[in-house]
């Protein structure tokens, strides 16, 4: 079976690798394709993989090129993490949000909606492409911002493209942790789109034992959520947010961190990954290790802004093993050998949702099987949650709207519409200061 990884010179595919490695049996990946549009990275990776694989006998055999037609063709399945722009287009994305007072978070508001921008154009010709070079194939898309993005891959894969994202999972283990219970056991009730959810129940043996948490303040606070957002709030609304909520809830706080942090985010992973790559340009340099010392340092910083404004502290330990590689070999496995499960993944609403239509792509629990992932019916949102995940969908679809048209009218509409952006006059700037920034929005006039 045939994997094509598109960014496949990015700084995480070796955790897809590693991933792949542990699986045994039919239907398992025996060939990956590395797509990139950076030889220099690509050879990089490859050379971690290679470590990686050394120990491992029948490791899937890995090959690499920059030529997008010839990685798709004859694909099973297709994993789309690219990012448009690189991380100088995350640090630029940023510094511009920031020096107009808003959010310039890659995923939420100013950002995430300049990336969107970005990255759609992009994302839809793939899209095409695959469905005339590989019409039987699954994609997997892990690029951000992720519910977008799958959402406009959508328009021309149908169902055949499923989102993913480690959050509501990490979330998920993180409750059940602390509750006693197995991950593995515990059917989450999570609704709502891509970085944008809450866990509003975890049921174990049919036992709701989410109250029995909101129930006690030292069990509450004793886990990444509960130091992030405080076990008042969390009591207030009922239910668990996923992380990213924090911009939205505590967005004066956030933003004012990272005005004054010494390095955003961007910047930080820029600069860090610049020195992984070019440390990878000596023959002689231990790939697997320098790669590892890398990570560990990226995962233990994730959030660290908004850690220090709550007063969470460091991230636990069990926290810093990244886990959307695992989502993404078990959605595959799930596919390919009809293995059936339950998982959190970004797809299109259907009949799920009734505030949304059929074809907005939310983030909810899915079953999966041989024909793809079928989102389970789910309790309507309370109304504060259903106002956020409208006015943000509405915003989602005015970007889609903008990549289509090249609108730059529409693209300031965009970016005023989003709750974190709170002047029409702002979202003029932020368009004024983004298309100076970035080659990629050139298109829109």
Not at 67 to 87: K, M, P, Q
Not at 104 to 114: D, F, L, N
């Amino acid at each position: 079976m045939k994997l094509t990884i598109l960014g496949g010179g990015g700084f995480r595919v070796p955790l897809v690798y590693g991933a792949l490695l542990t699986d045994r049996g039919e239907g398992r990946v025996t060939e990956v394709v590395l797509h990139d549009l950076d030889d220099g990275r690509l050879h990089a990776i490859a050379r971690v993989l290679a470590e990686q694989a050394s120990a491992v006998a029948d490791a899937p055999r890995v090959t690499a090129t920059t030529d997008l037609d010839e990685a798709l063709r004859g694909a099973d399945f297709v994993f789309s993490a690219i990012r448009v722009g690189g991380l100088a287009g995350r640090a630029d994305d940023e510094r511009v949000a920031l020096a107009e007072g808003v959010l310039g978070q890659e995923t939420v508001g100013a950002g995430g909606i300049a990336y969107g921008l970005r990255t759609v154009p992009v994302a839809v010709d793939i899209a095409r492409r695959v469905a005339r070079l590989a019409p039987d194939a699954w994609v997997i898309n892990f690029t951000n911002p992720a519910g977008l993005v799958t959402e406009a891959m959508s328009r021309h894969l149908g169902d055949r493209v499923i989102g993913i994202c480690d959050s509501p999972v990490g979330l998920g283990r993180r409750i059940a942790r602390v509750l006693g219970a197995n991950p593995k056991e515990a059917w989450i009730d999570y609704v709502g789109l891509n970085h944008l959810g809450w866990v509003r129940g975890l049921r174990v043996a049919g036992r709701d034992e989410l109250p029995r948490l909101l129930a006690d303040p030292d069990l509450l606070g004793s886990f990444e959520e509960g130091k992030l957002f405080g076990t008042d709030w969390l009591r207030s609304l009922g239910a668990i947010p996923n992380e990213y909520l924090h911009y939205y809830y505590f967005n004066r706080e956030a933003v004012r961190a990272y005005q004054q942090a010494g390095k955003t985010r961007g910047a930080f992973l820029r600069d860090q990954q610049a020195h992984f790559y070019e440390e990878m340009r000596d023959p002689d340099a231990p790939a697997l290790a320098a790669w590892d010392r890398t990570r560990a340092e990226r995962e233990a910083t994730y959030m660290s802004e908004n850690r220090e404004t709550a007063g969470a502290g460091e991230r636990d330990a069990d926290d810093l093993s990244g886990g959307y590689e695992k989502v993404a070999l078990a959605l595959m496995r799930a596919i390919a050998r009809d293995e059936r499960t339950t998982l959190i993944l970004n797809v299109r609403n259907a009949n799920t949702l009734s505030v949304l239509d059929r074809d907005a792509v939310i983030e909810v629990p899915c079953l999966v099987d041989a024909n793809g992932a079928h989102p389970v019916a789910v309790d309507p949102l309370p109304g504060h949650a259903t106002g956020l995940v409208c006015a943000v969908k509405a915003v989602e679809r005015e970007v889609l709207a903008a990549a289509e048209s090249g609108s730059r009218t529409t693209a300031v509409k965009a970016f005023a519409l989003h709750p974190l952006v709170d002047s029409v006059n702002v979202a003029r700037r932020l368009v004024e200061g983004y298309t100076a920034v970035h080659p990629g929005l050139a298109y829109l006039v």
